[in-house]
């Protein structure tokens, strides 16, 4: 055999052993691209079959308690200073013709969601039941959810280190509960279900009241319904003024806070 | 969380996040860059055309320890750096919708392709070294050469063909390496500054400016103190600076196209845009446009361009311009608001991830990484070979 023959079966040995110390070591599912929980067909990754959870916002009935806000830290042990979910407060119109508008928030678990095709880790996606839901087991933190969410709805757990949101309270949801925020809204005003059951709440109000869904022209199709949702609340998204006043104000804030503290003590 | 920031999230929304910090724009700078080098280098290579003969080896060279260093600041920007086998492992049912994923396949495959041109390109001087030297070096030059000692016309032949058709391969390659990092901004359509197709042709003129001006800093500076000649090619410093001043062109153009779209015929998005560029107005106009574009367009398309100290200038300027450039666009993209009354800011930290003394980290890994190549390649005796070649053709 000529030396160059002998290398070249030298190589092509080497080849063939290494293919199939590979094949060998690996498992058949390892050729699946989808992260393992979904391979596994884990509850928690598929949901709940043949139902599309959605959740309807009758602004009519919320009076910005917060208590939506509280609860959900609560129940998802959301790290202090991060919030999945918030109910906004303002103002509209001119005095003396003002009026308190809320605008409770949430991740809109869109249909055409922003955020999962460009999940480089496929951490993030959509369950079967319409829930989006990110698994902080996989996550590698690289924030292009973040950057791709068009409502902001999604931040650095400071816990996990991982993409966070709103998940509809899945843990509860697989349960047969109803999310944390919906089951302790005093007003009313959250109401969750599945909207392909004819006869749920959601279903009913969504084809009795005219509904709007936020930033439309995004084409995320979002599934967080809005009754009774003023342009004017969500004109607060595209107003363009610098926060420099704010940041101002907020040494003001600090003042204020010490000297309430200052008089606690002192009564104290 | 900083004090606005807590308190933007009282008045108005949900935690506020501004995920990608000072990591991002540099490691934008790096690949940019670097393809920038690459295809400077690729004008002799590829294109042969000889003015550029002298630098494309040096101008390899920089391409590639640009593009090792640059994926650094990648892994740095992760909130969780250790899974980084996720990648590759899982989510490629998004490989279409996810510039991120086609990043990986092209931060692997271009520095080995360029290692792979610098070698054909580089092959008979190891060859020389290790027929000269004895022991480590010996051993490290054969290396190398992957083994293959012959200098015959014929092997020269084969090595110049290897390097043309890398090149060749090369030159699509790092346009999409630079090119994919503005796609990845221009997917996201939540950004009103991102958002535009424009977004990879503006990245990859700007990249094509701050290579040049890095390569004008850098090939004298190694011709100077480095090499054998101990002086710099004017002429070369001319030429590049002229080169400069038509990519700033190129750059003019499309940053023109974008911002008179944007700002004028876009949809409801325009006002937060403009209100964005009227904060910032005194400072992009002097600093980004006047200082960083304008005078060394001018100082490359005059007489200017034969004083080097004004080159000089304006090489570091067009560099450091992009780099701010790439800060406006990442980070200014960012500040604009989406669901909160008003515009956010960041400051990096000084210190830990993300940090500013983390990016300074990643320009001493470059610094090292030159200082290897240098030291490995026989880059100078390859210069000084192309200017005697240029000589004797005169």
Known sequence: MSKENSRRNFLKKGLEATAFAMLATTEANAFSSQIPGRDEKDSRHIGQKGKHFVMVLDLRKCIGCQACTSVCKIENEVPEEQFRTFVTETEIGEFPDVRKAFLPQLCNHCDEPACVPVCPTGATFKREDGIVVVDNDVCWGCGYCISACPYDKRYFNKRTQTADKCNFCAQRVDKGLLPACVETCIGGARVFGDINDKNSEVYKLLHNFPSTVLKEAQGTKPQTFYIGLDSRVEELFSTTQSLDDIVKAEEGFKREWEKARGEVENHG | ?394
């Open chain 2, 1 to 394: 969380m900083d004090n606005a920031q807590h308190i933007m999230t009282l008045v108005s929304s949900i935690t506020i996040e501004k995920p990608w910090g000072i990591d991002v724009p540099n490691y934008f700078w790096f690949t940019g860059s670097s393809a920038a080098a690459f295809i400077i280098s690729s004008f002799a290579h590829v294109f042969g055309w000889k003015k550029y003969k002298p630098i494309a080896g040096i101008a390899l060279l920089m391409a590639f320890v640009l593009l090792v260093a640059a994926p650094l600041n990648l892994v740095d920007d992760l909130k969780q750096p250790g899974r980084i086998m996720n990648f590759f492992s899982y989510g490629w049912e998004n490989f279409a919708t996810s510039p991120m994923k086609w990043g990986v396949l092209l931060l692997i495959a271009y520095p080995i392709l360029i290692f792979f041109e610098a070698q054909a390109l580089y092959r008979p001087y190891f060859v020389k070294i290790a027929q000269q030297s004895r022991g480590l070096t010996k051993m490290l030059n054969t290396l190398l050469a992957f083994g293959n000692m012959d200098l015959s016309e014929k092997a020269l032949a084969k090595d110049h063909k290897k390097g043309y058709v890398l090149g060749a391969i090369g030159i699509p390659l790092a346009l999409a390496v630079h090119g994919y990092t503005g796609y990845i901004l221009g997917a996201v359509h939540a950004n009103v500054m991102w958002h535009t197709p424009l977004m990879p042709i503006i990245f990859l003129a700007s990249a094509m400016v701050s290579g040049t001006g890095l390569l004008i800093l850098l090939i004298p500076l190694f011709q100077r103190f480095l090499s054998e000649r101990k002086s710099v090619d004017r002429d070369m410093v001319a030429t590049l600076a002229r080169l400069l001043s038509w990519f700033i062109v190129a750059d003019l153009v499309m940053r023109f196209l974008w911002l008179t779209f944007s700002l004028t015929f876009a949809n409801g998005e325009k006002y937060a845009l403009y209100q964005y560029f009227s904060l910032h107005f005194q400072d992009t106009l002097w600093i980004d446009y006047v200082l960083c574009l304008f005078v060394p367009m001018i100082i490359g398309f005059t007489k200017l361009r034969n004083i080097p100290i004004v080159v000089y200038f304006g090489g570091l300027v067009t560099a450091i311009g992009v780099w701010l450039f790439r800060w406006n666009t990442v980070i200014g993209g960012q500040e604009i608001p989406r669901t909160t009354p008003g515009f956010l800011h960041y400051t990096p930290h000084v210190f830990g991830q993300g940090s500013i003394v983390s990016v300074l980290s990643n320009w001493g890994v470059l610094f090292v990484l030159i200082c290897i190549v240098l030291l490995v390649f026989p880059w100078d005796e390859e210069m000084e070979e192309c200017y005697k070649g240029a000589e004797n053709a005169k």
